[in-house]
């Protein structure tokens, strides 16, 4: 059984941005890949799969545990997120009293190369294994070795299995460069549906194009637990998907996740053009992640015809010094540059801001409250720095979380960020804008009401 356990929504697949989807300011859940990829990348002629995500189908617990007693599971694989971790926990607390011989696999990047003292101290013995990263590749492998040749186990890297009841962690050194090798996310299992992009109320499926990040933002984990060296799938590989997607699966909308999409041109010219001369162009649309020195005007013109229709953008701050100090490597005037530039192609933009360092003072984070009121972006996010276990913040950690998981919120910025997150929102002219949007359709208007009220809802609390 591979699943997201019932509860609050987290973006369990996401090792990068973890967040709690209902918290978000305007974030939807994305599908679960993570989940997908494991079942395709297992020999169906040796097992049999039920995939659930619970959450997004609002199940409750009680039918959670109706289908662990109807489809009795060998084992399980449970997608974990720092936030969800002790909820997690709690529940295959439960699950090892109901079937005690049930295996069970966490996989979550809280474990990527942990130190066994960490993971001996966190109640984990309800688990047998733990995955730490690429699950794609590891799971399959491990669940193989679990049941046909466990002798291999203890070799296989990015792991966590006990000996003599303590945590052994076999650490992950070498990232698989061969994406293009995996089987795509076993769709047919996935219930498509849940995964709606909120600005056409359709089907979006994630399809990866790459993994891995050259770069060094001090908070970040996709360097730590993805490789600093970017492994990119075909493009060739990535169209087959797409049309995969929209021919069997009638999905048209997607999002391309890669740390940033536009790192290597030549893959953004080469896939765009695919899709501009093959049969699906004007058909599909989609979104995907950026920085703003990677993005020139002949790229995002290419984007926009392929079908580009929203850019998240990792701007952080308002702030240079705050942007060098972070190791962000851009600056305010190149989130400046970029922003005017894709809105010039009218490609809708998600702006996500951080807030919290350790160094930032008043003028700090007014610089940057003032550059979320310039910029005037389509949506925003504004996360509080949370030391993940594995980036170097973490290591020197001074910032306003005290540990990855149970994280210390801070009331002061918490406030400072609703009130920001309120009073953009609430302006008359973003209102207006929303209203005036061309392509507004009646459920579109739907999707901005329900989701603006959430944003109060949260901001009120
Ligand atoms: S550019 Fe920075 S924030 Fe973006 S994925 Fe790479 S390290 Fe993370």
Request: aromatic residues 12%.
């Amino acid at each position: 059984m591979l699943i997201y356990p019932p509860g609050e929504l987290y973006q369990r697949g996401e090792d990068r941005c973890q967040i709690n989807v209902e918290a978000s300011s305007s974030n939807a859940m994305r599908s679960c890949n993570d989940l997908g990829y494991v079942a395709s990348n297992l020999d169906f002629n040796k097992f049999k799969v039920l995939l659930k995500d619970y959450a997004s189908e609002k199940e409750s617990f009680a039918c959670f545990i109706s289908d662990i007693k109807s489809f009795d599971p060998d084992l399980i694989f449970i997608s974990t997120s720092n936030g969800s971790l002790y909820y997690d926990i709690n529940i295959i607390n439960i699950l090892k009293v109901i079937k005690n011989d049930i295996i069970i696999i966490l996989k979550g990047a809280l474990f990527f190369n942990a130190q066994e003292n960490f993971l001996n101290s966190l109640n984990l013995d309800s688990a047998d294994y733990l995955i730490m990263a690429e699950p794609e590749f590891i799971a399959p492998e491990l669940i193989n070795a679990i049941f046909f040749d466990k002798d291999k186990i203890p070799s296989i890297q990015g792991i966590c299995h006990k000996k003599d009841n303590l945590w052994q962690v076999n650490n992950l050194t070498e990232f698989n460069e061969n994406l293009d090798s995996l089987k795509f996310p076993e769709r047919s299992l996935m219930n498509n549906k849940l995964y709606l992009n909120p600005l056409t109320n359709k089907p979006m499926a994630t399809i990866v194009t790459a993994k891995g990040c050259p770069y060094d933002c001090i908070y970040c984990l996709s360097p730590v637990i993805g490789g600093k060296k970017i492994r990119k799938r075909t493009p060739d590989s990535v169209f087959d998907e797409i049309w995969e997607c929209f021919h069997l699966y009638n999905i048209s909308d997607f999002f391309f996740k890669s740390d940033t999409f536009t790192a290597d041109k030549n893959f953004v010219k080469e896939l765009c053009e695919k899709i501009i001369n093959s049969t699906l162009n004007g058909k599909i649309n989609w979104v995907a992640n950026s920085r703003a020195d990677t993005i020139d005007e002949d790229t995002i013109q290419l984007m926009k015809k392929a079908g580009c229709s929203l850019i998240a953008l990792g701007i952080e701050s308002g702030n240079d010094e705050s942007l060098q100090l972070m190791h962000k490597n851009t600056t305010v005037e190149q989130n400046i540059n970029a922003v005017n530039l894709i809105k010039k192609y009218d490609i809708k933009i998600f702006g996500f801001y951080m807030i919290g360092f350790d160094w930032e003072t008043e003028k700090h984070l007014e610089d940057t409250k003032k550059l979320i009121f310039d910029l005037d972006t389509d949506f925003i996010e504004i996360s509080i720095v949370t030391p993940f276990q594995g980036t170097s913040i973490y290591k020197d950690s001074k910032v306003v979380g005290k540990d990855a998981f149970g994280c210390t919120v801070n009331n002061k910025l918490n406030n400072y960020r609703k009130k920001i997150l309120l009073e953009y929102h609430l302006r008359p002219s973003y209102i207006l804008k929303k209203l005036k949007d061309k392509n507004l359709k009646p459920q579109i208007l739907v999707n901005y009401i329900k989701y603006g009220l959430r944003l109060i809802k949260n901001c009120l609390k």
